[in-house]
């Protein structure tokens, strides 16, 4: 095969860097088009400088990403007066943005639900309504349920099931659940739809909605209710709000439930007076949370898990003191709870005057 003549470059003289325009070989005139020079090539219209801002700007009017969608942009870190969060600044510092885990996502439709069996409760709570609760009958434990807990148990039940399907719930009313088994690797659901029946039953304001959701020994939201009293406190995680916003009082009282300390009332600072019995140890418990109450110390009379699961994540959220009455983390083994007694307090100081005063306990 005979090779064709080497074509000539234009341009010997270049400088460093400097590209030649190739010539077509004289034998081949344009036989192959891809040897044609090509023609100078400007600004066409679609590279114009600038017109690459153009171009995204035009993307994004055809397709407008809406803030809360943004990967960058923080919302407010409460919603519904306080409850969930968008997103949390890194704990590094640097300024990154994470998203929270699930229970954030949560929070509108499990507080909706509460919202629902709460308004279900008022709907024959004796001191608003004139019909009265329907159906109350006596459990096997003595206590009391009525037609009023079963339906709030429902609505509730049925809104965890939708948004947490693999959730482990144990809830008072359905004793199929007490033995469910609760770890680390699902969250556990504890529900108390009518905490307080007797109160609810006597037309008494002392009644709430519990629900709090638990990762082995770790609370990551928790929603208790008043629903005559107008509360709700909400957790997550350790962040906690409340609805209405609390007023501190002139004096912060300190809450004994079921049982009186004889050996507390000289010993109390200025300004916290002892209340006994003045508040259910739901509601003592969560007066210290909202800040309205300095410390409290609540005898356990049968309590179980979903009794206070909520109780001690608002505390901890809020950065108060709680723990059973040698000092120890109280821990939720199932439905069941490890501790004679609750001590919560808003300062440490306190919370060791409060232990110290408790009886010897085995």
Known sequence: MRHPAARPLAGRDLRPG?????????????????????????????????????????????HPVPPAAHPTRLRPRVLLEGVGRAHRHSADGSGGVTPLTQPAYWSRSLVAAVDQAAARLLSTWPGASMAGPEDVRRKADGTLVSAADTDAEQLLVKSITHLDPTGVIVTEEDPATHQANTNHRVLTWYIDPLDGTRQYLDGSTDFAVLVSAWRGQVPEFSVASFPAAGVLAIADQDQATFRPTPQPPDQRPVHACYFEPAALRGQLPAGNPLLVDAFESTRALTEVARGTAAGAVAEMCGHRAWDIAALCHLLTATGRHITDEHGRPVRLDGPDVTARYLVAADTRDLHSLLLTTLEPTP
């Open 18 to 62: 400097q590209r030649a325009d190739r010539a077509p070989a004289p034998d081949h005139p344009q036989r192959h088009p891809r040897h044609a020079p090509a023609p100078p090539r400007g600004d066409p219209p679609d590279r114009r400088p600038g017109r690459a801002r153009e171009r995204r700007a035009d993307r994004r009017d055809a």
